[in-house]
């Protein structure tokens, strides 16, 4: 850690920014608290304030929520007034302008959850899983006004394991974000944290996930087919249509070995067997178990069990 604390404001709002702002209050002197506004949630569409923003209400540090930030005036002055040597950012969700990033002594600090510049944008975590990679990271990174595209200041690597879904994930990398912050402002007290240019050749991105990036897509591999079953598993989660019907995945495996297609000329989509452990369905290449499925209106059940409820049988296809 620093050997002197330094002041921090801290913007972040959602569960994965709690670890970083609760080693920040442990270690730092963290002056503010910024979260987005409290907006309804759930299904009752309960008004609900970000998690960043409960918590800094339960350390009793100072929050602030504003609606913008760009020509802000009232805010940018109370970030000078706070006289803070940093910032830091946590899955805030919101660009700043390019006037904010030059208040606190040090400018922003941002922690993201991929190596950069792999995986620039909202979604680096779900689009690292769907993909197949088979590691990650986190990148402590200064802020600029693009998107994620400031120097590398600190990079640690974690690997993705087979069992890893985006909330796993997530849980993860929030732990390793927090430790590598500390890691960083260290450095950066001592004068020594580096400073690397991104490669901007080798940048790819990680829009917000939509409702139809759950699609199941059977012409797909197998392994694919999982893969962005684990991305997608916080949400929207993975889905297919049959008769009409949107129906949700629970739990999906690889049947076998993820090149293995009993008959190649099924097509994908298409119910290969209804046994005890769920559905096997043929992929682009191999196949895919369907272990537990909901359908609308109804609780998870044995993808066998809504199978046979449905006359769901070899050679049936789903959509």
């Known amino acids: 850690m620093s050997p002197q604390p330094l002041r921090v404001a801290f913007f972040g709002s959602p569960e994965f920014a709690l670890p970083v702002l609760n080693a920040l209050h442990n270690h730092h002197d963290v002056r503010l608290v910024v979260t987005q506004p409290d907006r309804p949630a759930g299904r009752g569409m309960a008004v609900r304030a970000p998690a960043a923003a409960r918590r800094a209400r339960e350390l009793d540090i100072r929050l602030e929520q504003p609606t913008r930030l760009k020509g802000n005036e009232p805010f940018h002055a109370l970030l000078r007034e706070l006289d803070v040597d940093v910032a830091v950012t946590a899955a805030y969700g919101r660009i700043l302008p390019a006037s904010l990033l030059q208040v606190p002594r040090h400018g922003f600090l941002n922690v993201h959850a991929s190596l950069l510049p792999k995986y620039r944008g909202a979604a680096p975590v779900q689009w690292a899983l769907i993909e197949g990679e088979a590691e990650t990271g986190v990148t402590i990174m200064q802020t600029d006004v693009g998107l994620d595209t400031g120097p590398v200041r600190l990079q640690r690597r974690l690997p993705i394991e087979p069992a890893d879904d985006a909330g796993s994930l997530l849980e993860k990398l929030s732990a390793l974000g927090a430790e590598t912050l500390l890691e960083a402002l260290s450095l950066l007290g001592e004068g020594t944290l580096p400073?690397?240019?991104?490669?901007?050749?080798?940048?790819?991105?990680?829009?917000?996930?939509?409702?139809?990036?759950?699609?199941?897509?059977?012409?797909?591999?197998?392994?694919?087919?999982?893969?962005?079953?684990?991305?997608?598993?916080?949400?929207?989660?993975?889905?297919?249509?049959?008769?009409?019907?949107?129906?949700?995945?629970?739990?999906?495996?690889?049947?076998?070995?993820?090149?293995?297609?009993?008959?190649?000329?099924?097509?994908?989509?298409?119910?290969?067997?209804?046994?005890?452990a769920g559905v096997v369905v043929?992929?682009?290449?191999?196949?895919?178990?369907?272990?537990?499925?909901?359908?609308?209106?109804?609780?998870?059940?044995?993808?066998?069990?809504?199978?046979?409820?449905?006359?769901?049988?070899?050679?049936?296809?789903?959509?």
Do not use: C, Y
């Open 282 to 319: 043929a992929a682009g290449a191999g196949s895919v178990l369907l272990q537990s499925v909901k359908p609308p209106g109804k609780r998870a059940m044995n993808a066998r069990d809504w199978a046979n409820g449905r006359g769901v049988k070899r050679g049936v296809r789903l959509g």
């Open 195 to 276: 400073l690397a240019p991104q490669d901007d050749a080798a940048a790819t991105l990680a829009p917000p996930l939509k409702a139809e990036d759950g699609w199941i897509r059977w012409h797909e591999p197998a392994q694919r087919v999982v893969d962005r079953h684990r991305g997608v598993a916080a949400w929207p989660g993975s889905s297919f249509e049959f008769q009409g019907q949107r129906v949700k995945v629970e739990a999906l495996m690889l049947a076998g070995p993820a090149d293995a297609n009993a008959d190649a000329s099924v097509e994908p989509g298409t119910v290969l067997s209804s046994e005890p």
